[in-house]
């Protein structure tokens, strides 16, 4: 079976990157300050990041020019290739027409040096020496110790600590590129020796994380903190995913009748589907759907409301679906997309109708990863899993309604630095997870105190 | 800096191998029966191999057509592309243009699937049901699990047994793909059963290893064995990567001064540098340069000779650099490129003078890939560091003598599965190794009662 790539040359590759703030059909309601509740100015956020990513994450305008020194970089990577998956197609013996936008390609093997080579990029401009950051299994804190060797900036990463010493090779990684990886909660920081009193034991979230990071950050003036996933100005970044794809898919002659994409913060789901999501805004029909696992049921089972993006809450409150600043996955659930907390912009969408949020078990996910592993011959990271694993299920139920659908959707790194879950799927040690209710009810009670979006369910 | 890449579409890439054996300006010795040390024919070989690729081992055909349906599944990974590596030129500040093929874009991440879905291929044209093979870190293993899955082939992998240990993500890549992997020795062969008689420690060998999967393909007619280098067809697959990269210099508006690649078997060297070899042959002045560790010098200090490819010395007799069939590398020895023997067309080529070998201390090669990833993003697997060591060793010498110099080298694989060996390097349990010469010596009597070649130092 012919496999067919579709690529762009870098002349072709996209010269600005797309916002979709300026195509929301309802407004967003705004961030608000920890301490006093009130809506945050751009001046509450510029003790952790540079003011120009503040200016990208207040701005309305639709298009933002990528600077030339961004562009030379992202052609290391860039344009990433699009995929028809003939092959997976043949083995599900289905009418439908599969597309993959492959973000493996880059040298740090997701989508998330997208990002990571813009915020290196505007911290350099803006003189930042130091960038800390959080990290779970690895793909953001490895992309950004990348782009900040590229640009000469130290890079400090707290890497949440169960991964940390389940997934060494991602720490060494780091390290080949430079930065300074360290186990979350640390003693490093006050954030972090305040947990770890609580509990010494505690294998770490993305919440603690982050409270380590940010705390490092604002402690010095020359140090900034940068986020992976979750703000506007990373949505923006990563559009340029999807609007690659949007040329090749027209290279193709196809427009995708269903879009999907794997949320943890939401990132690699926006950057392909923002694109498209402003024509399903301007009234073309498209199903676009994030995928969650059923253990981190951001979407499908916590409410809308605003929560702080750390355990510590020091971070801006965010009007956004979550599972409570204090969620720790449950320890059978071996992926990634473990973030209590979504996308602001992803979240609103999801609320409007626009975007449809489903949850995958993740036993699902690996049978799916492997059955594209032994077709297209690429192995997806765990959390790219779920949208395979979507993918696969529309594709079969294509091939039930005898449709000729057309999906697309984002292969969003590779998995071979995670091989061991799936050696856990392969030894029996995985099994289905539903997050309890009563964990749910938890984060209710958690909220209940923190002010109210206007909105929600 | 901007980053350069030279891209191929699908309609460009070569649609026929480049075959040496054409153009070689010293014949080559044949292979002898391992028994009765007479030149081998096909039919000797036809208990291992397919006829098929057993005739193309003998062509003398300059080029071979590449099966429609092997072009279809190339597309999943080819044309790889070509870089102008110029964050590299810029750190080193050198006035030479350095040129890298990257062949760590296919899915098992190096150039192993150029010949693994070859081989695969043909053999499914042939009737085979089950391919066995060796591998040592993993590599070549991998990629024919993925290329047997493609093709619906079982195949079962003997793999080093200290590899095996020591670097299992690559033995659950094999097992997503759907294959079995043995450490070897192993008790499954009545050759690993005599090398855990002598020795129940073994950390095996590749030679070993081969004697291993030779066994168990020769015991059943449906099974056959492949070699993911040293053979003519191996060479002859991967003169896919020369053949686009000299289309993507003209691209360029270059062509090399320097050619470079690592050399273990010789097949991803061959694969790039063959294809100049030939305009070398033709009068085309060239350095045409393979690298191999210090503790495993091969070409640099083994003799020519004909040799057993495996331990047990069930292969046919290969005229080649060897360091004797018992070899072992040293275990303080990192990285790849550790196999006693080499592609017999390289070595031909070196006895001939159109390739010139070197030898690099592996702490050198650490450091070169260091200096690569924070410049170029891509983290190399250590194999393929010694070519960028050599590149960079070129690249100071050009600067030195303030010559603008072409430089091209293989980027054979991504090292994202090895960085066990990156951590050993930071946490300085390396050191050089050169191979001691009662080494060599006890090689050279091991070769004494073999038949001699006319050739030979």
Same mark, same amino acid.
């Given at each position: 079976m012919k496999t067919q790539k579709f690529l762009l040359t870098e002349q072709e590759m996209p010269r600005q990157w797309y916002n979709i703030m300026a195509?929301?059909? *309802?407004?967003?309601? !705004?961030?608000?300050?920890?301490? *006093?509740?009130? !809506?945050?100015?751009p001046e509450d956020l510029a003790p952790i990041f540079p003011m120009n990513l503040i200016e990208q994450e207040v701005s309305t305008q639709r298009w933002i020019d990528i600077p030339e020194e961004i562009l030379d970089k992202y052609a290391i990577w860039r344009p990433s290739p699009l995929f028809r998956a003939r092959n997976l197609e043949k083995a599900l013996d289905t009418p439908a027409r599969i597309y993959f936008k492959n973000e493996g390609v880059s040298p740090a093997g997701s989508h998330k040096p997208n990002t990571a080579l813009a915020q290196a990029y505007y911290n350099k401009v803006a003189g930042t020496k130091k960038i800390t950051t959080e990290t779970g299994a690895g793909q953001w804190g490895s992309s950004l110790a990348m782009c900040c060797a590229f640009f000469g900036i130290e890079c400090k990463v707290f890497m949440v600590k169960?991964? &940390?010493?389940?997934? !060494? &090779? #991602? #720490?060494?990684?780091?390290?080949?590129?430079?930065?300074?990886?360290?186990?979350?909660?640390?003693?490093? *920081?006050?954030?972090? #020796?305040?947990?770890?009193?609580?509990?010494?034991?505690? +294998?770490?979230?993305?919440g603690m994380a982050i409270s380590e990071a940010v705390e490092e950050a604002v402690a010095d003036e020359n140090t900034k903190y940068a986020l992976g996933s979750v703000l506007n100005h990373?949505?923006?970044?990563?559009?340029?995913?999807?609007?690659?794809?949007?040329?090749q898919m027209e290279m193709a002659g196809d427009y995708p009748d269903v879009i999907i994409g794997s949320a943890g913060g939401g990132s690699n789901f926006a950057g392909l589907s923002f694109p498209?999501? #402003?024509?399903?805004i301007n009234g073309k029909q498209i199903d676009i759907i994030a995928v969650e696992p059923t253990s981190c049921p951001t979407?499908?089972?916590? +409410?809308?409301? &605003?929560?702080?993006g750390d355990t510590v809450q020091m971070t801006p409150l965010l009007p956004m679906y979550t599972l409570g600043h204090n969620f720790v996955p449950a320890p059978i659930h071996a992926g990634g997309l473990r973030y209590h907390g979504m996308s602001p912009l992803v979240s609103q969408l999801v609320l409007d109708g626009i975007i449809r949020p489903e949850a995958i078990h993740q036993m699902e996910t690996?049978?799916?990863?492997?059955t594209f592993a032994r077709s297209e011959g690429y192995i997806s990271a765990p959390e790219c899993n779920h949208a395979v694993a979507m993918a696969i299920r529309e594709a079969l139920k294509a091939k039930e309604e005898g449709k000729e659908k057309v999906i697309l959707f984002n292969w969003s790194g590779h998995g071979l630095v995670d091989m061991a879950s799936y050696?856990? &799927?392969?030894?029996?040690?995985?099994?289905?997870?539903?997050?309890?209710?009563?964990?749910?009810?938890?984060a209710l009670k958690d909220l209940e105190n923190l002010p109210k979006p206007r909105q929600g369910k």
């Open positions: 195509d929301l059909p *309802t407004p967003m309601e !705004p961030p608000l300050h920890p301490g *006093t509740g009130q !809506p945050c100015g169960i991964s &940390y010493n389940q997934k !060494p &090779y #991602r #720490r060494m990684m780091m390290e080949t590129w430079g930065a300074n990886c360290t186990a979350s909660p640390s003693t490093e *920081t006050r954030a972090g #020796r305040s947990i770890l009193e609580k509990d010494p034991d505690s +294998p770490g979230s993305l990373v949505m923006i970044h990563q559009s340029i995913i999807g609007l690659e794809a949007m040329k498209f999501a #402003r024509d399903k979407l499908t089972r916590g +409410p809308f409301a &605003y929560d702080f690996f049978k799916a990863g492997l050696e856990s &799927y392969f030894r029996g040690n995985l099994a289905d997870h539903d997050l309890p209710q009563e964990q749910i009810d938890i």
